[in-house]
């Protein structure tokens, strides 16, 4: 049977993609980076689905391959090219030689790199001979993206990286390194792989310098140990937490089928997986009609605040920088799903473009989320409460210190909630004993978290009951008392703009400012109003780097929370395809707004842009509970009642009050006690 054409590359058609590229240089060394499916021109998967969705076998579509690799040229500098084979035919369709003036996505060999040039490097050795580290007490370098460039750097390709000490007289490996920051930070230019220089951290106060002063010949002498593994804990984890099981004694609702159709409570979609941004959503529909073409994550970027050198190149770009499905977690290995579970697996390559499985690196599951639906009847004391099941599409990944765990949950009431949750250990630097900072906190002695920020965008290509829709931004203002339209002053009126050209727009409370995305062309028989999907845009705050500095422009899409364009394939990425080392956003959202395009009943895409303004606090520290953030996709006038009405509402008999005795019992389990009550006296 011929894969979807949304299905991920097998592990044969990445075998046979490196193949072609490997053919193509013949006597070349090749450093491959990247091969993962390249989606098939929308016009072309458009057509299959109109096949599929009518019963028919629609014509398999080719396969391709986009194959990022380094060609190595006889002085031994790397040269980047990006790729687009055709896999099924074996041809190459296009061909990119992306040269130095962009720079590839990073690689975990290239981190592994960076810690083999720390451990070779005579300038290194010779900085760390200038400091006394405590008996026991070991090297950790923690790879970064390089995020901002110098006079005379530009067309250079650096790694920098953070350092620690670990204390291993535990020997523990995980006991926690993040609690001893050092103060410098190695450079390594990547084409020559050296150590070309080490950067001194200031580690003064509120008050002081700037500029780096001397340090302390021990500079952990005053940080304290905080660890976060069970078995390093003082006191040991919690005894008193009795357990709270999800179990589903026939199985779950779900159904998946062609390895990457799923099935759920009248959802019908596809998942695929890759490289940059990890779990995508693709053809989903809900109730046989059509909702959205393709859902993801496009980018995130964490800019922070610490105006001392070298801290304005501390911003990573999380997706285009490294890779969210290269970061992603095995998630057997933790309880980061409960419930009976589906795991989905990657392909991934290594640097020879030898294809290995990343297992169980999505996660498919079953939740509660509380209560859909309920009415009391008073007059007669009867109670009718639907529960609010989420179908869970999750993936999790580690990026350093920071973790981050990505969702899709689809609702039994034809809703998608996109959530975002950040968690792991907050980026800390070393600071002088006893001294504050307006840079950050002092989470710990020693150890200054400083301010950032975590951006996100979404990308929505949505299909309501087609591909032509129109964003429409419905406000609600209030209208000033007068005889003819508003006698009494109570009125208010709803504004109903079209988005007629791609533009963006921001938050708006005060208005209850809110986008839905309509299909013009359909009109609900009750309502008469065009067919929807509605959102309210997250009034987060946005980028607060200056417009002018370097942070800013290479993340212009931060700086609105909606924006509207009209697709273009290829056009996937928030930031623009390159964002590593980048000094401007190129081809991202700010360049797409600026064509100006049509937006009115055509093939739109929407993107959402949010984030957490994080200003740590101590219980941050050592690993910060999660921060939610979540975007709420309803259906507006789509249907012709609640679609779930029909949800079941019989009682659940696992459930017991605290004295043992069943909490669904008849006598009050309606919250009357049995009896209609009487309002009458």
Known sequence: MAPHPFDQLSFEETQRARDIILKLHPDTAIFFRYIFLEEAPKAEVKKYLEAEHAGKTPDPLNRRAMVMYDVIDSDKVPVYNESVVDVTSGKRLDHNVVGKEFH???????????????????????????????????LVVEPWPYGGLLPGEENRRYFQGLCFAQDTSSKNADSNFYSFPLPFIPVMDAAT????????????????????????????????????????????????????????PEGPSFKVTDDSLIEWQGWRFRVSFNPREGAVLHDLHFKGRSVMYRLSFSEMTVPYADARYPFARKQAFDFGDGGAGTCANNLSLGCDCLGVIKYFDSIVTDAEGKPEVAPNVVC????????????????????VVARNRELVVQFIITL?????????????????????????????????????????????????????????????DPAVD???????????????????????????????????????????????????ITNPSKTNPISGRPVSYKFAPMATQLLLADKNSVQAQRALFAQHHVWVTK?????????????????????????MVERNDNTENEDIVVWATFGLTHNPRVEDWPVMPVEIHELKLRPADFWHENPGIDLPTNKNEASRLANGDSCCSTNGANGTNGHAPNFMG
């Open 567 to 591: 697709h273009t394939d290829g056009e996937l990425y928030a930031a623009g395809r390159y964002t590593l080392q980048s000094t401007r956003e190129e081809g991202g959202l700010a360049d």
């Open 104 to 138: 590839a996505s990073l690689t975990v060999p290239e981190f592994r790199l960076l810690v083999q040039a720390v451990e070779k490097s005579e300038m290194f050795k010779k900085c760390l001979e200038e400091y006394h580290l405590p008996k026991g007490y070991e």
């Open 193 to 248: 792989q050296e150590i070309v220089r080490v950067d001194r951290i200031a580690t003064g106060g509120r008050g002081d310098p700037m500029e780096p002063e001397s340090h302390p010949k021990n500079p952990v002498d005053h940080c304290t140990p905080s660890e976060y593994v069970p078995e390093l804990l003082p006191n040991g984890p919690r005894k008193d937490l009795k357990p709270l099981d999800v179990v589903q």
């Open 466 to 516: 087609g591909h032509n829709n129109t964003a429409v931004i419905e406000e609600s203002h209030p209208v000033a008392m007068n005889e003819k339209t508003n006698p009494r002053g109570n009125y208010y009126e709803v504004i109903k703009t079209p988005v007629k050209n791609s533009r963006w727009l921001d938050a708006d409370v005060a208005s209850n400012r809110v986008v839905k």
């Open 364 to 383: 498919l599951h079953e939740q509660d989320n509380g209560i859909a639906w309920k009415h009391t009847n008073w007059r007669t004391g009867r109670a």
């Open 400 to 460: 350093a210190n920071y973790e981050y765990i990505f969702a899709y949950k689809l609702d039994t009431m034809g809703g998608i909630n996109v959530e975002t949750r950040a968690t792991g250990i907050v980026s800390v630097v070393n600071i002088d004993a006893g001294k504050q900072s307006d840079y950050g906190n002092v989470v710990s002695e020693g150890a200054l978290a400083q301010n950032h920020q975590h951006i996100f965008c979404i990308r929505m």
